[in-house]
């Protein structure tokens, strides 16, 4: 058993006008204005060097635990930002791509740490960034498709210059031994956060719709959690709770929190109920 199942159960996408309105628009435009003023400067700055500056995106990243609902604040907030006329590209791209394949994690004996830092190909991933920070007009990011619960053979998503680029993943402000870092490439980092209780029964939840949803389907990875009764899949959810996703983000995910530059904190009901903002 490796990295716990996701998917996009339909609790996690009901969002309340009111708190779009409150939270997400407010945002929005706070993003909008880093953004403009992030490409006043580099057209400035090419102006007094003389030199050409290619069009780069604005890369905004999303951290923070599995089923803290980081997918769903990913697509609103593309969704509302695209609306913006100064950028109306906006692309989204999670890590869930750069993991490495599951005959790679086997070998390396790690297939129960995926989601862990070493489960991924960070190398690959700060390629990526890194081509399309320098002006490339276009990079390719591996597809991991939740029903085979593996990276797709041949199967990519290309990017080609968007004004703005959300990276939404556990550990994007993961920092280590490295020279290089993902959130080096980062504009803004956003950091979605609740109490580890609320976040586990969250994932209670999720793991018990998958079984009447995604584990019914016979390619899924996890189809054999589609016969488990619901006692059974309460038990095997905080299991995988306990033994990997908790683990990850007391270890992990959670030590990189200081790192954003915003903070989101959720309530037991999944709305938003306090926004930091770090001094930029």
């Not at 880093?34 to 780069?56: M, N, W």
């Not at 209780?197 to 019914?216: D, G, N």
Request: some cysteine.
């Amino acid at each position: 058993m490796g990295r716990a199942p996701r998917g996009n159960p339909a609790h996690l996408d009901r969002i309340d006008l009111d708190e779009v309105t409150a939270i997400y628009l407010p945002l929005t435009r706070l993003l909008n204005l880093y953004v403009a003023a992030t490409q006043s400067l580099h057209k400035v700055s090419a102006a007094f060097l003389g030199t050409y500056a290619p069009k780069v995106p604005y890369v905004i990243g999303v951290a923070g635990s599995v089923a803290v609902g980081k997918s769903t604040f990913a697509r609103i907030l593309q969704a509302i930002l695209s609306r913006w006329p100064d950028h109306p590209q906006v692309d989204l791209v999670t890590t869930d791509g750069f993991l490495h394949p599951n005959r790679v994690l086997e070998e390396r004996g790690i297939m129960n740490r995926k989601g862990f830092p070493e489960s991924y190909d960070t190398r690959r991933l700060i390629e990526f960034l890194r081509e399309l920070k320098s002006g490339a007009k276009q990079a390719s990011a591996p597809v991991y498709s939740h029903v085979s619960y593996d990276i797709v053979p041949g199967d990519e998503v290309i990017v080609c210059q968007p004004d703005i680029l959300i990276l939404e993943g556990l550990n994007v402000l993961q920092v280590g031994d490295a020279d290089e870092f993902v959130s080096d490439y980062f504009d803004f980092s956003i950091f979605i956060d609740a109490d580890e209780a609320h976040i586990e029964e969250w994932y209670v939840q999720r793991f018990l719709k998958l079984c009447e949803t995604v584990f019914q389907d016979p390619n899924s990875f996890f189809q054999h959690y589609a016969q488990l009764t619901h006692d059974e899949a309460v038990d095997t959810a905080r299991f995988i709770w306990r033994e990997i996703n908790g683990k990850n983000l007391r270890e992990n995910i959670e030590p990189t929190k200081p790192r954003a530059s915003l903070l989101l904190r959720k309530g037991a009901d999944h709305r938003v109920t306090n926004v930091s903002l770090r001094r930029l």
